[in-house]
């Protein structure tokens, strides 16, 4: 006990000389900020995964520089993204919604392969949360076309509307019998 009580100071002396330290394990400086969740990453990574194909032309078959292609490029180079500029499409620029891109990212981490159709471009009803961003429409989810047969459909927007959005329209609903909408607040 006697021994103990003197090896004490000297113990403290030695870590406090940083010779001997506690837990050696430990990182010698404190851990970067991990800034790989930002929405220009978060792009990166979902136009880079084999999980998620990109059409690269508008439904209607315009190539107009605002494809879902060209959308989540734009994205990934942290610019502001292109939109339509027919039919109700506004033209301009919008940001796309970091929700929506993380919400993306999970679906695919989640295991969910599918196909994007539009995000910002193309042209929806006159209101519409594409052109603020919002929004993103799939038609094809496991290799499968989406529609009433469509096994994953309704379980992918379910988890859409856990991570948040607020507007899911599929197959049963007008105008969506071959795809999935999901689009967040604005
Ligand atoms: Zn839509």
Known sequence: MKRFVLILPLLATLIGLGVVSC??????TISKVKRSSSPANVAVWLKSTSSISWLPRQVSGRYDGASALDNIRQAA????????????????????????????QSMAKEGYSFRVTSMAGASHSRTSRHYAG?????????????????PYWRKFLARCREMGATETLGPGDK???????AAWPR
């Open 77 to 104: 180079a942290g610019n502001a993204v292109k939109r339509s500029s027919y039919g109700t499409a506004p033209g301009g620029y919008v940001r796309l919604d970091p929700r929506m891109l993380r919400a993306m």
């Open 134 to 150: 919002l929004a993103f429409d799939i038609d094809m989810i496991n290799g499968r076309k989406v529609g009433r047969s469509n």
């Open 175 to 181: 105008g969506h019998s071959t795809h999935i909408h």
């Open 23 to 28: 837990g050696s394990d430990a990182p010698a």
